[in-house]
T-cell receptor, first 113, second 110 residues
Framework: SAVISQKPSRDICQRGTSLTIQCQVD?????MFWYRQQPGQSLTLIAT?????????ESGFVIDKFPISRPNLTFSTLTVSNMSPEDSSIYLC??????????FGPGTRLTVL | QKEVEQNSGPLSVPEGAIASLNCTYS??????FFWYRQYSGKSPELIMS????GDKEDGRFTAQLNKASQYVSLLIRDSQPSDSATYLC??????????FGSGTRLSIRP
């Protein structure tokens, strides 16, 4: 399985600002995924990031709010834009063969005041 | 009806006993099923995958799939305190979407 790191591990932000989360994988992977896990809840897929193409967003998530970059096969970023307290969550990146057998990064714990 | 349902628990099991975790899903066309373990404050880690009806064993873990009844279960034999965690069931739907259940908290009491 790939080793995945995320930066920052946690942050406290003011409403209206934006935060970019970085995800680095130690090997080249075709598909990377971004999830959100709100307190006490399960994982919700935000989008799939493929290198060389636009990210594919799930229902309820839009590019203006969660722009994603995937400049190469080992790196991706997720930006949480114009944040509100409802965006407080843990954001996780992952890799996997399609959606099968996902391997997750350590997560970024975001608190929006 | 939730797409993937799990009892939130907590499920309390004595050390050494068998822990049985259950998951039901609504999409009859789902093809792939997974169990993830998530320790408090950590990210989920894959522990079992199962794709066809029947049992699949890996060490102390056994996954069971019954597509006709639309349930998948995870058995943990000889439960250890280190098994205390939240267990997430995940399903790949017929639309090729991954859907996670809300998880079952398992507590192994010494």
């Amino acid at each position: 399985s790939a080793v995945i790191s995320q930066k920052p591990s946690r942050d406290i932000c003011q409403r209206g600002t934006s935060l970019t989360i970085q995800c680095q994988v130690d090997s080249q992977v075709t598909m990377m995924f971004w999830y959100r896990q709100q307190p006490g809840q399960s994982l919700t897929l935000i989008a799939t990031a493929n290198q060389g193409s636009e990210a594919t967003y799930e229902s309820g998530f839009v590019i203006d709010k969660f722009p994603i970059s995937r400049p190469n096969l080992t790196f991706s970023t997720l930006t949480v834009s114009n944040m509100s307290p409802e965006d407080s969550s843990i954001y996780l990146c992952s890799t996997g063969r399609n959606y099968n057998e996902q391997f997750f990064g350590p997560g970024t714990r975001l608190t929006v005041l | 009806q939730k797409e993937v349902e799990q009892n939130s628990g907590p499920l309390s099991v004595p050390e050494g006993a068998i822990a049985s975790l259950n998951c039901t899903y609504s999409d009859r066309g789902s093809q792939s099923f997974f169990w993830y373990r998530q320790y408090s404050g950590k990210s989920p880690e894959l522990i079992m995958s199962i794709y066809s009806n029947g049992d699949k064993e890996d060490g102390r873990f056994t996954a069971q799939l019954n597509k006709a009844s639309q349930y998948v279960s995870l058995l943990i034999r000889d439960s250890q305190p280190s098994d205390s965690a939240t267990y997430l069931c995940a399903v790949i739907s017929s639309a090729s979407k991954i859907i996670f259940g809300s998880g079952t908290r398992l507590s192994i009491r010494p």
